[in-house]
T-cell receptor, first 111, second 113 residues
């Protein structure tokens, strides 16, 4: 059974600082997704990583995938308050978009 | 906005009742997946429909059932509601050729009392 674990689960950081969220998964998969969720809202797609070594960047967020280590990271550079949200990673379980999600990382960025 | 719509937005039901949630997928998308997200947790895969046929199911009991229609819209039905069914229900649509692009709807918040 595929398991996806994120850490940390809670992260409080100051504006301007850098930090990394880690996502480990238990079985082979070539597709990993990162989503953002604001309170009471749906999931917003951030990144889709489709191959080993994939790296994608959008603004202050950068995601990478190491399929051999079964590890993805979401790096936040010079955090700003607007990035406060819960971040989920998800791995494609049975293929074709049947996603297994991690527990989520609740990120709070303080001025 | 993803082009995926869900109705209703919020719903309150009593334990033992039945509920139907609806999802309209993005134009051109033939695959719809449903997820349940309990408060404070990650979404859990319920099932997926591809071209009107169930195409995979997660660890949910048979009282969770679904349909997909010829226009690729979808319904999630839950019978004999339990308190633990209270959650945000999300549908997501994708197309066969760009299977890795999955778009989530705004969700339906179900409260069972």
């Amino acid at each position: 059974e595929l398991k996806v674990e994120q850490n940390p689960l809670f992260l409080s950081m100051q504006e301007g600082k850098n930090y990394t969220i880690y996502c480990n998964y238990s079985t082979t998969s070539d597709r990993l997704y990162w989503y953002r969720q604001d309170p009471g809202k749906s999931l917003e797609s951030l990144f889709v990583l489709l191959s080993n070594g994939a790296v994608k960047q959008e603004g202050r967020l950068m995601a990478s995938l190491d399929t051999k280590a079964r590890l993805s990271t979401l790096h936040i550079t010079a955090a700003v308050h607007d990035l406060s949200a819960t971040y989920f990673c998800a791995v494609d379980s049975q293929g074709a978009q049947k996603l297994v999600f991690g527990q989520g990382t609740r990120l709070t960025i303080n001025p | 906005e993803t082009g995926v719509t869900q109705s209703p937005t919020h719903l309150i039901k009593t334990r033992g009742q039945q509920v139907t949630l609806r999802c309209s997928s993005q134009s051109g998308h033939n695959t719809v997946s449903w997820y349940q997200q309990a408060l404070g947790q990650g979404p859990q895969f319920i099932f997926q429909y591809y071209r009107e046929e169930e195409n995979g199911r997660g660890n949910f009991p048979p009282r969770f059932s679904g349909l997909q229609f010829p226009n690729y819209s979808s319904e999630l039905n839950v019978n004999a509601l339990e308190l633990d069914d209270s959650a945000l229900y999300l549908c997501a649509s994708s197309s066969g050729d760009r299977y890795y692009e999955q778009y989530f709807g705004p969700g339906t918040r179900l409260t069972v009392t």
